[in-house]
Protein backbone atom coordinates (compact mmCIF):
# COMPACT_ATOMS: atom_id res chain seq x y z
CA UNK A 1 0.00 0.00 0.00
CA UNK A 2 1.31 3.38 -0.73
CA UNK A 3 1.92 5.46 1.74
CA UNK A 4 2.73 9.25 1.89
CA UNK A 5 3.60 11.45 5.12
CA UNK A 6 3.60 15.00 4.98
CA UNK A 7 5.39 17.17 7.35
CA UNK A 8 7.04 20.55 8.06
CA UNK A 9 4.36 23.14 7.57
CA UNK A 10 3.68 26.06 10.01
CA UNK A 11 2.71 29.08 10.79
CA UNK A 12 5.83 32.08 8.97
CA UNK A 13 5.68 35.64 8.83
CA UNK A 14 6.40 37.25 4.96
CA UNK A 15 10.16 36.70 3.88
CA UNK A 16 10.62 33.42 5.68
CA UNK A 17 11.66 29.89 5.35
CA UNK A 18 10.05 26.44 5.57
CA UNK A 19 11.24 22.99 4.52
CA UNK A 20 8.29 20.21 4.34
CA UNK A 21 9.10 16.62 4.09
CA UNK A 22 7.61 13.63 3.00
CA UNK A 23 8.07 10.08 3.47
CA UNK A 24 6.92 7.79 1.32
CA UNK A 25 6.42 3.91 1.36
CA UNK A 26 5.00 1.07 0.02
CA UNK A 27 6.48 1.45 -3.61
CA UNK A 28 9.78 1.81 -5.44
CA UNK A 29 10.33 5.46 -4.41
CA UNK A 30 13.60 5.81 -6.49
CA UNK A 31 11.85 5.02 -9.98
CA UNK A 32 9.27 7.30 -9.93
CA UNK A 33 8.52 11.09 -10.48
CA UNK A 34 7.52 12.90 -7.04
CA UNK A 35 5.41 15.82 -7.07
CA UNK A 36 4.25 18.42 -4.46
CA UNK A 37 0.67 20.28 -5.18
CA UNK A 38 -1.17 22.76 -3.15
CA UNK A 39 -4.75 23.65 -2.56
CA UNK A 40 -4.85 27.74 -1.06
CA UNK A 41 -8.53 26.66 -0.35
CA UNK A 42 -10.13 23.93 1.47
CA UNK A 43 -12.79 22.31 -1.78
CA UNK A 44 -10.55 23.99 -4.47
CA UNK A 45 -8.43 22.53 -6.86
CA UNK A 46 -4.98 21.54 -6.43
CA UNK A 47 -1.98 23.18 -8.22
CA UNK A 48 1.09 21.93 -9.59
CA UNK A 49 3.81 23.18 -7.16
CA UNK A 50 6.93 20.94 -8.30
CA UNK A 51 8.22 17.80 -9.50
CA UNK A 52 11.13 15.68 -9.69
CA UNK A 53 12.08 12.86 -11.79
CA UNK A 54 13.89 9.95 -10.39
CA UNK A 55 17.57 10.94 -11.46
CA UNK A 56 16.87 14.71 -9.80
CA UNK A 57 15.21 16.51 -12.54
CA UNK A 58 13.31 19.67 -11.31
CA UNK A 59 10.47 21.50 -12.42
CA UNK A 60 8.79 24.63 -10.74
CA UNK A 61 5.61 26.50 -11.32
CA UNK A 62 7.01 30.02 -12.78
CA UNK A 63 5.52 31.74 -9.11
CA UNK A 64 7.82 29.97 -6.73
CA UNK A 65 10.93 29.20 -9.53
CA UNK A 66 14.05 30.66 -7.33
CA UNK A 67 12.41 30.78 -3.95
CA UNK A 68 11.25 26.76 -3.34
CA UNK A 69 13.53 23.92 -4.15
CA UNK A 70 12.60 20.30 -4.24
CA UNK A 71 14.91 17.54 -3.97
CA UNK A 72 14.84 13.79 -2.97
CA UNK A 73 16.56 11.52 -1.13
CA UNK A 74 16.56 8.09 -3.25
CA UNK A 75 18.03 6.14 0.04
CA UNK A 76 15.40 7.38 2.56
CA UNK A 77 12.57 7.30 0.85
CA UNK A 78 12.31 11.32 1.09
CA UNK A 79 10.85 13.95 -0.82
CA UNK A 80 11.62 17.79 0.23
CA UNK A 81 10.11 21.12 -0.38
CA UNK A 82 12.61 23.77 0.62
CA UNK A 83 10.20 27.22 0.85
CA UNK A 84 12.45 30.20 0.90
CA UNK A 85 10.85 33.98 0.51
CA UNK A 86 7.46 32.73 1.45
CA UNK A 87 4.88 35.36 0.31
CA UNK A 88 1.41 35.45 1.67
CA UNK A 89 -0.12 33.94 -1.40
CA UNK A 90 1.82 30.92 -0.47
CA UNK A 91 -0.59 30.12 2.38
CA UNK A 92 -2.12 26.71 1.15
CA UNK A 93 -2.13 22.74 2.39
CA UNK A 94 0.82 21.61 0.16
CA UNK A 95 0.44 17.56 -0.59
CA UNK A 96 3.52 15.37 -1.98
CA UNK A 97 1.89 13.34 -4.44
CA UNK A 98 2.47 10.09 -6.54
CA UNK A 99 0.30 10.51 -9.35
CA UNK A 100 -0.14 12.96 -11.88
CA UNK A 101 -2.20 15.86 -13.29
CA UNK A 102 -3.77 13.09 -15.64
CA UNK A 103 -5.21 11.18 -12.10
CA UNK A 104 -5.65 13.91 -10.07
CA UNK A 105 -2.36 13.86 -8.06
CA UNK A 106 -3.44 10.46 -6.87
CA UNK A 107 -2.38 8.86 -4.38
CA UNK A 108 -0.91 11.83 -1.92
CA UNK A 109 -0.65 11.88 1.55
CA UNK A 110 -2.40 14.00 4.01
CA UNK A 111 -1.44 17.32 3.79
CA UNK A 112 0.63 19.61 5.80
CA UNK A 113 -0.25 23.33 5.89
CA UNK A 114 1.46 26.26 4.88
CA UNK A 115 0.30 29.71 6.55
CA UNK A 116 1.86 32.87 5.60
CA UNK A 117 0.71 35.66 7.66
CA UNK A 118 2.38 38.70 9.22
Known amino acids: EVQLVESGGGSVQ ?3 SLRLSCKASGFTFSEHTMYW ?3 R ?3 KGLEWVSHIG ?3 TAY ?3 SVKRRFTISRDNAKNMLYL ?3 TLRTEDTAMYYCALGDVTVGYRPRGQGTQ ?3 SS
Do not use: I, K
Request: hydrophobic share 25%; aromatic share 4%.
Open 60 to 62: YED
Open 114 to 116: VTV
Open 82 to 84: QLN
Open 41 to 43: TAG
Open 37 to 39: VRQ
Open 14 to 16: PGG
Open 54 to 56: PGG
